[in-house]
């Protein structure tokens, strides 16, 4: 066994549940308790611990842990020193990139960024805010949230900065959205040394591998089928595939075997046309990795 360790920080929050399935679907069992920030992983290669992913960052940065996921955003804020390894499209509701917005108070006379002029705004991103702001050629106060920031306007400030994926809570408290500051996605990031390690960039590299294959695989599955050959043109002509469909022949010569990869979504609308095309004995099976 090797005595080797690469010390991963996994981020504790909205992400957590998300990132252990993440890894569960790459092949990384994790397991934990509530109180428990040192989560047990069966690969006796990965140590992690549970941090807050506005911090991951920084300790990356620092050498405090090897590598790290963490919103690339928070790489921006903190001006963190790292390795980005692999981007990792995946979220607490949706697999898409976030954004953070300016968000106003509906029916205010705040309509364009220059109206942000003088103002007070509110976030957690205060130093992209105040780029943002600078590269407009806007002067603002821009103040740390600890929280509930929402619901701070417009009684404490008169905007904020705030991380949306849908934009319902948003709109839950009747604000709405002026202006995008930053869109951002999940990142593997990796400490310069670690990086520089062979056995430490071989294990990234495996991990960024398999994360992305996981993701590759959502929404996609196998359909495999039984096809006259005098029919298979026509069913082939039906499939979308990632390159083109696998075609084996059968014992029986008369006969082939189809396989491809598909988006789950055109199964439905798919299979009727597979089944008046010919083809017999379809089978769905879901996928847990897609490596190109």
Known sequence: MSEQRLKIALPKGSLQEATYR???RAGWKISDSSRNYFPRMDDPELEAVLIRAQEIAGYVQDGVMDCGLTGRDWVAENDADVVEVAALIYGKQESRPVRWVVAV???GDINSVQDLQGKRIA?????TTRKFLAQNDVEAHVEFSWGATEAKVPGLVDAIVELTETGSSLRANNLRILT???ESVTVLVANKAAWADPWKRAKLEQLAMLLQGA???EGRVGLKMNVPEDRMRQVIDLLPSMKGPTV???????WVAIETVIEEKTV???LPQLKAAGAQDIIEYPLNKVIP
């Open 268 to 270: 439905r609308e798919i």
């Open 248 to 254: 084996s022949r059968l014992t029986d010569s008369a």
């Open 22 to 24: 993440l890894f569960d």
């Open 180 to 182: 995008n500051v930053i």
């Open 215 to 217: 993701l590759r695989a």
């Open 123 to 127: 976030t957690e991103l205060v130093n």
């Open 105 to 107: 108070p509906n029916g």
